[in-house]
């Protein structure tokens, strides 16, 4: 096995924190922020009011249980009353440096400052460093993703080759002729620019690779790691927040971005969920422009066991994400949930992408599973057939397997669609 790039810690400070120095530290910046918010977002003011709630009721992280959460599928309805933000925005529209449109769809404003995603951290984590070169495929059109981690490799003076989605015989001559040693996008790209590179005899140079949007089989990582030399790490975040968590060396679990409030809450009684349960994700940021306060993301995951990293870092760690909120659809009598069917296609890495789609037919359901394939598969038929076995063993439902293009399932949508109308 080749040696793999050290991984480094880039704000030990911040992210070797003591438990108390970080519940001072965050419920410090969290009173700050909750009083600029108040005085600056009128839809933050109204919902301050309407709770009875004053700025100066918040002094530190313990009572951050009383503030009201928003949630992701509020926005929407609030900016189309008040566009484009919605009156969360807490600066003029002048002073921001972009305007995104995320699905939903939503806007998201990006205020002019330095990694204002708060990516660098994860990129450090991952072996980045200055000077590399990083061919970054995630899109710039419309939505934050490129320009995310476009922003974050920049201040961590990376070269950054805004590839962007697709192409891929380009992306592959651009990665050799410019010597690319760094990669951000989906793994199954990163799989298929290494391979297709090696296979026409112009092997890629990279060292360090960021994933993100898609799931990362663990036999993938282990195959990109093992043969091309490629430390691959990946971080979880949203189109409205951010980066919410990233993933050290150790890669059992993503610790908590260390400047931002991230939060799992109980489905039900949205109390903090114990370590090993499910909650759904939910983030406070300190944001002067954009001051999202519990901002429930519709993601489910849960928090590790509190304990030390051997990476030194002391943030607490978020284990995979588990679907999204409402993704439970009832199929024949059986509750089918897209974290359920997320650990059945684990165990198939060639899939890039997955959904499920219930629809009735002559009064009955049907289930529809549409792939997207990351690699090729060898006897589609016969391979189809072992995955709805598979599937089937865990949700009790049959079900039929439909391979689609690349890019039919859009990033970030529902696992589980009911499609089925009740007349
Ligand atoms: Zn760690």
Known sequence: MSTLRPSGVLNPELEMQSPEQRRAYLGERLRAVVAHAYAN???VRRQFDEAGLKP??????????????TSKDELPAWQAVDLPFGGLLATLISRLQRIYMSPGPSYVPEADRPDFWRMRMAFAAAGFQSGDVVQN????HLSPGGLMMD???KSLGCVVIPAGVGQTELQIRVAVDA?????????SFLYTLLTRAKAAGTPLRIKSAFVTAEMLPESLRTEIERDFGVRVLQG???ADLGLLAYECAEKKGMHLQPEAIVEVLDLETREPAAPGQPGQVVGTLFDEA????RFATGDIASLAEPGACPCGRTAPKLTGLLGRVGDAVKVKGMFIRGSQLEEVFKRFPEVASFQAIVAREEHLDRL???????AQVGEPAAWKAQVAEALKDAVKVRGEVQIVAAGAIAPGSKKVVDRRVWK
């Open 179 to 187: 010597g690319v040693t760094g990669y951000v996008g989906t793994p």
């Open 236 to 238: 979880y975040g949203t």
């Open 368 to 374: 529809t599973y549409l792939v997207e394939l990351g």
């Open 290 to 293: 954009y001051p999202l306060l």
């Open 137 to 140: 495929t995630l899109s710039y």
């Open 151 to 153: 922003a974050g490799l």
């Open 56 to 69: 100066g009721d918040i002094s530190g992280l313990a009572d951050l249980p009383k503030l009201p959460i």
């Open 41 to 43: 977002a009128p839809r």
